[in-house]
């Protein structure tokens, strides 16, 4: 199968890395994933500092040859949140229950312009180690790491002042 | 991957075809797939005459049968909305557009119960010649075939007092 994922990826958490290995699962050995990744001018909406384009592309990159993944993929850059799911021929798009609804928006626009719709297939949810979601905003307010685990400024600080 | 899909399945029209061949392309051949099927009881909440069970169970065997699907599936009678959903260990269920608030649902009660939620695959919608959706009603109310085929009572009605 052909499938769609798409995201600005900053930091690339173990939510993305499950999102982007089910993409790949879905698509199978002899399928198609093509991988959004927001440009910086459209990144740049969100509510704190995104890293530039080409890192994040980078991270990316290290994470797909980290998991050997078959040679299947590309990445398209994304301007806006559709990018070209509008009008490109593919079978399914890959999401979280976040990006949800939009993956909705997606099949009623392309209803709209006579386009077949595309399957929609939402990956269960990975919770950090305090059964709250990983998102890349509790990862910038130094909630949690990337991997989800759970930072203690508190420890991290009385090791600081022990250090002194 | 361990799946489950659910319907009443009156008639097995060609959206409940694929809706359920997809659950076995998602389960993989190792896999497993559970196929909920509504009891009498529970199938009467609905605006027409249903079939009875064993008519409806023998047509959803005689179609995998007739798709010589791997013997990976068993089929659970369902009671309610939610079957066996909300405490089985399983990875995905596979929905339409239709039954996906229910999916959604589901993972939200098993959230409450702390179990682990599940993936949710949301098949394309399978139309009808006319362009609108296939379903049970439309087909009871003489629409359409199971094969989303419009039918010209027009035209039959003619033939018909033409053979008189």
Redesign the interface.
Known sequence: MKVMVGGTFDPLHDGHRFLIS?AFD?AGPDGKVIIGLTSDAFADRKSHPIHPYKDREADLLAFLKEKNVPPIWMIEELHDRFGSTLDADF?ALIVS?ETFPVAKEI?QLRRNKKR??????????VLAEDGKWISSTRIWRGEIDVHGHVIDHQSQASTKSDDV
Not at 116 to 125: K, L
């Open positions: 089910r879905i079978d229950e099949n077949p719709c595309v399957e929609i297939h939402q990956i269960r949810c």
